[in-house]
């Protein structure tokens, strides 16, 4: 008799569930109280996108200060200091050059004549960012570093793919908190409308699908990689599995998101975003990295001596 009444509660309980669920409303972003930066004197607005990339470099390299004390380093104090500099430029000038070649060409001709600072290029307050030229300047960054230094390259990127996910955290958040590249049209129960909307219809807040994949995701499996096994000791394996996972990531994510407007004719043509044809080279690199670290022989010790020295 008491199962029988459980069973029946629980359908009564599921039946409202489902029934609130296909009538509620979408979320209204803007009535979340969120705001895409906070004022200071003067009308000067410190933008959270701003913020977002200066808490995740900063919160990259304290952690890779802690990374390169711990046994088999590839690298000093000294070392980390420069990749801070040079990688810093070239998350920011990798970032905005492959945003306006890989998605937006008119920003090269653009100009903005109202405005004092008029070529539309150099106006990132203005949005456009790309990730795949991030990593290009990143790489780039980490190569004159280890060329200057004599380096173990490949050992630098693992090192430095474990804080990548930081800042792909923060920046993500700070899309969602600016309104800005949202989903696609939803029914879903956690559907949002943006303002900026033309449609006001309800959409996936992919921002916080990307924050939680590209970013949360990888920390709980990178960290764990890094202090818990002997990966870094494996030229390669960690910047292999992170570029499997967040081109994996940034694949799924993409099937969310709503495609730029002047871009949407790549998924009509071909089925996938530029994006997800983006990421799809990167999960190859990154398999094929990661076979490679597997297959040779762990290393033993710091790096270089180089590195031994600079740390003496």
Same mark, same amino acid.
């Given at each position: 008799m008491e199962g029988r009444e459980f069973t029946r509660g629980t359908a009564v309980l599921l039946s !409202?569930?489902?029934?609130?669920?296909?009538?509620a409303q979408p979320i209204q972003w803007s009535e979340l109280?969120?705001?895409d930066g906070i004022e200071l004197f003067g009308g000067f607005k410190l933008r959270f996108y701003s913020l977002a990339y200066l808490g995740g470099i900063l919160l990259g390299y304290w952690h890779l200060t802690k990374m390169i004390k711990a046994p088999g380093a590839p690298m000093a104090q000294q070392h980390a200091e420069d990749l801070f $500099?040079?990688? +810093?430029? *070239?998350?920011?000038? *990798?970032g905005r050059l492959g945003y306006a070649a890989f998605y937006k060409p008119?920003? $090269? +001709?653009? $100009?903005?004549?109202?405005? !004092?600072?008029?070529?539309?290029?150099?106006?990132?307050w203005d949005g456009g960012m790309s990730f795949h030229g991030g990593v290009i300047g990143v790489?780039?960054?980490?190569?004159?570093?280890?060329?200057?230094? *004599?380096?173990?390259?490949?050992?630098?990127?693992?090192?430095?793919?474990?804080?990548?996910? !930081?800042?792909? $955290?923060?920046g993500r958040l700070a899309n969602f908190m600016n309104g800005e590249l949202y989903g696609r049209p939803t029914d879903v129960?956690?559907?949002?409308? !943006?303002?900026?909307d033309?449609?006001?219809v309800g959409r996936h807040p992919s921002q916080l699908y990307q924050a939680g994949l590209e970013g949360l995701l990888l920390i709980v499996i990178l960290l764990p990689l890094f202090w818990k096994t002997r990966a870094r000791y494996r030229p390669g394996l960690l910047v292999g599995v992170f570029t499997i996972g967040v081109a994996g990531a940034r694949f799924v994510n993409e099937f969310f998101r709503e495609p730029d407007a002047y871009l949407a004719y790549v998924v009509t043509e071909t089925g996938l975003s530029r994006g997800q044809w983006l990421s799809l080279p990167m999960i190859a690199v990154g398999i094929t990295v990661v076979v490679y670290a597997l297959m040779k022989p762990p290393v033993v010790g710091a790096g270089t001596k180089q590195a031994k020295s600079a740390a003496a």
């Open positions: !409202f569930l489902t029934d609130v669920l296909a009538t109280g969120l705001r $500099f040079y990688a +810093t430029l *070239g998350i920011i000038l *990798g008119e920003l $090269f +001709t653009g $100009f903005t004549d109202s405005e !004092f600072i008029s070529w539309d290029l150099l106006r990132l790489l780039l960054a980490i190569t004159w570093v280890a060329v200057r230094g *004599g380096l173990n390259w490949l050992r630098i990127c693992d090192y430095i793919a474990v804080n990548v996910p !930081f800042g792909m $955290f923060f129960p956690w559907a949002m409308v !943006f303002p900026t033309p449609l006001q």
